[in-house]
């Protein structure tokens, strides 16, 4: 079954030092994820470097779910790449950067993933995965923007 990719891009008016910060400590994704996802942290969450593990609980498709992320590598304050252990996907891989230009930070999501259950998964992304995820990304643009100072989304 194909991968499908889901990236994003915008760019921040401040340092990337400060921009890396933000997305490095593991309670600031519970300030920009929908709260429809009804996202929890699961205990105490990990330092970030490579080789931790983060757990946490969400609803996905309006069912609860567990979540396990493992960071497989880590290159403050250029990049992170955390991949799901555990969670409703059968592949998640998800690449953040944080480029310097202009006075500030683009900052870059690469999402790899795959649903389960071969011909019902690409049916369920049709009908709900694929906005599901640009509407959780609308919503973290919009938090971002609202913690951190405005985006300018890159022009398409």
Known sequence: MADYIFEWRAWIGRARPEVFAFFAEPRNLARITPPWLGFQLVGEPATMAAGAIIDYRLRWLGLPVRWRTFIREWD?????????VRGP?????HRHMFLEERDGTWIEDRVTYRLPFGPLGRLVHAALVGRQLAAIWRYRSERIGELLGPLKPEAG
């Open 89 to 93: 996907y059968a592949r998640w891989e």
């Open 76 to 84: 403050p304050p250029a990049r992170f790449f955390d991949v799901q």
